[in-house]
């Protein structure tokens, strides 16, 4: 038996010669020394592959495994990519015989370089290698008598081995439908029969079965510009997706048909929609960009970027909210744009997903010559959370202008960072004899209030006590915010401190009385 490392190291090299090959017949002329020297290295990679094992190849989104067999292929950018332009020309499994020669698999990239959506009018790579006369290389072709014999004798179907997702392809065969079934009925279903039986049907095999005839019958309307009509179809997918009564695998299909429908000119469509201002249902929109995820990120990221409308703008904004973290990629790359507001609104939408991974690009634009993206960065920072952020943030209250300091306290107690609290208590117990960290702990004193942990009443009972001899006019400010932190953490001994000031005269008994008053509107039940 082949060792599975070789194999699984000689599938790695033979996709990457592979991949190179195919940027080469994309990029250089036919007769270009250095596309015939590339070809030759991916021919020569993929005979030794051949001749170690005949393995059938699944393409995934990001990669590739091995048909019936546990050797694994380790991903890399190139294998990545191949795997993307496959899966765009809507490969599924990909099979080089033994007799491939250097012209086949000249002819097979020649048909890979073709858009794909000039592919699909073609009627797919199979149907283009096998009007060439090339029968060397298999493209979604399964052995379903294997298939069928395999159910005969109760084992599972073979599925790619990325986790059970299926990639569905038009044109791939299709196991036989169960008796009964849409799809075995004599002629074939329309549309609305098909995502009406997929609303009823309950087994996994026969919902996957109805999936792949969905997409066949949808993928027509696709190349047409037929989208309303497809709008409908995503529409009906986005309910299938969501829908609680459903199996993990019946989702999943779904969900894997909604990304291929939506890809390319369908999602400039649904974007269209989402810049319409008077477009009713955008939230579904959103819905679908969401379940599209990194297929179409780049499409709504390039149209926030251009848009001048604030409307827009802000629908554009909420759909890369709802994509979440497989837009932030695309996002930190914005943080080094040129223009100050695409960096703000870079920096907010990342705020809004508050993916701790973004930390380090927020670093950058806390340092921002631009003050409202400074403004901004700090926000994001205090929203994100976390020890990086909150190291971030307290390093620009030692180090930042007195401005900048003021709002990182600010946002700290804002977003009640409890990790901030001991520094910010530093802050505040500083000697300051010529009053230049007044503001500063004026400001640590607000956010402490704001963070809530009744656990520094003490520290704040020792500061209202404590008598000064010099600085008394500042001394007695920081008083009177020390009072209102101690109103706002509230509690028993918080109240029963400020009835003790509350009974005495001048400013800090006033201040006490007023504290008072506002813990009993905020506790009713206390007079």
């Given amino acids: 038996m082949e060792d599975s490392e070789d194999l699984g190291a000689a599938c790695q090299k033979a996709l990457a010669e592979t991949s190179k090959a195919l940027k080469a017949f994309s990029f250089y002329p036919d007769n270009h020394p250095l596309r015939s020297q590339i070809l030759t290295s991916a021919y020569e990679a993929i005979t030794n592959l051949v001749r170690l094992a005949p393995v059938t190849l699944i393409v995934q989104r990001g990669g590739f495994a091995i048909a019936g067999r546990q050797e694994t292929i380790e991903s890399n950018p190139m294998t990545k990519a191949l795997a993307q332009e496959l899966f765009a020309r809507?490969?599924?499994?990909?099979?080089?015989?033994?007799?491939?020669?250097?012209?086949?698999?000249?002819?097979?990239l020649s048909a890979l370089a073709v858009s794909p959506q000039k592919i699909a009018e073609e009627g797919g790579v199979g149907g283009m290698l096998a009007r060439n006369g090339i029968s060397t290389v298999m493209v979604n072709q399964i052995d379903v008598t294997a298939v069928y014999t395999k159910k005969n004798v109760g084992q599972a179907e073979e599925e790619p081995g990325d986790g059970g997702a299926e990639v569905f392809v038009e044109g791939a065969p299709e196991a036989a439908p169960a008796?009964?079934?849409?799809?075995?009925?004599?002629?074939?279903?329309?549309?609305?029969?098909?995502?009406?039986?997929?609303?009823?049907?309950?087994?996994?095999?026969?919902?996957?079965?109805?999936?792949?005839?969905?997409?066949?019958?949808?993928?027509?309307?696709?190349?047409?510009?037929?989208?309303?009509?497809?709008?409908?179809?995503?529409?009906?997918?986005?309910?299938?997706?969501?829908?609680?009564?459903?199996?993990?695998?019946?989702?999943?299909?779904?969900?894997?048909?909604?990304?291929?429908?939506?890809?390319?000119?369908?999602?400039?469509?649904?974007?269209?929609?989402?810049?319409?201002?008077?477009?009713?249902?955008?939230?579904?929109?959103?819905?679908?960009?969401?379940?599209?995820?990194?297929?179409?990120v780049d499409a709504v990221v390039r149209r926030l970027t251009a848009t001048g409308s604030r409307s827009a703008r802000k629908a554009l904004a909420t759909a890369v909210v709802r994509i979440g973290v497989q837009a932030q990629p695309q996002l930190l790359v914005l943080l080094k744009d040129a223009r100050a507001q695409v960096v703000q609104m870079a920096v907010a939408i990342l705020a809004e997903i508050g993916n701790r991974?973004?930390?380090?690009?927020?670093?950058?634009?806390?340092?921002?010559?631009?003050?409202?993206?400074?403004?901004?960065?700090?926000?994001?920072?205090?929203?994100?959370?976390?020890?990086?952020?909150?190291?971030?943030?307290?390093?620009?209250?030692?180090?930042?202008?007195?401005?900048?300091?003021?709002?990182?306290?600010?946002?700290?107690?804002?977003?009640?960072?409890?990790?901030?609290?001991?520094?910010?208590?530093?802050?505040?117990?500083?000697?300051?004899?010529?009053?230049?960290?007044?503001?500063?702990?004026?400001?640590?004193?607000?956010?402490?209030?704001?963070?809530?942990?009744?656990?520094?009443?003490?520290?704040?009972?020792?500061?209202?006590?404590?008598?000064?001899?010099?600085?008394?006019?500042?001394?007695?400010?920081?008083?009177?915010?020390?009072?209102?932190?101690?109103?706002?953490?509230?509690g028993d001994q918080a109240r029963a401190f400020l009835k003790g000031y509350a009974s005495g005269k001048g400013d800090l008994a006033g201040a006490a009385a007023a504290a008072l008053q506002v813990m009993a509107q905020r506790e009713p039940g206390h007079e």
């Fill in 90 to 108: 809507e490969l599924q499994r990909l099979t080089f015989l033994p007799e491939l020669s250097q012209a086949d698999l000249a002819a097979l």
């Fill in 357 to 490: 991974d973004a930390v380090k690009g927020l670093v950058l634009t806390a340092y921002h010559p631009e003050s409202r993206v400074r403004t901004e960065s700090i926000r994001a920072l205090a929203r994100v959370g976390g020890m990086e952020a909150t190291g971030v943030l307290l390093t620009l209250v030692q180090e930042g202008d007195e401005a900048t300091a003021r709002q990182a306290i600010s946002c700290l107690g804002t977003c009640r960072n409890q990790a901030a609290l001991d520094p910010l208590l530093k802050l505040v117990g500083k000697r300051d004899l010529r009053g230049k960290l007044h503001a500063l702990q004026l400001e640590a004193l607000k956010a402490i209030g704001n963070i809530g942990d009744r656990r520094v009443l003490g520290a704040l009972f020792k500061l209202v006590r404590r008598r000064y001899l010099i600085g008394t006019t500042r001394r007695l400010e920081q008083k009177l915010v020390a009072v209102d932190a101690i109103a706002a953490l509230g």
């Fill in 179 to 296: 008796q009964g079934s849409v799809a075995g009925q004599g002629s074939e279903p329309g549309l609305d029969e098909i995502l009406a039986a997929l609303i009823a049907e309950t087994d996994e095999e026969r919902y996957r079965q109805l999936a792949r005839l969905l997409l066949k019958k949808a993928l027509p309307l696709k190349l047409e510009g037929s989208h309303d009509r497809l709008y409908v179809v995503l529409t009906r997918l986005v309910e299938q997706q969501a829908d609680s009564g459903k199996s993990t695998a019946c989702c999943d299909a779904a969900h894997t048909v909604l990304q291929q429908l939506i890809q390319g000119e369908m999602a400039e469509h649904l974007l269209n929609h989402l810049e319409d201002v008077d477009f009713p249902d955008k939230e579904a929109i959103c819905r679908m960009l969401r379940l599209a995820g990194a297929e179409v």
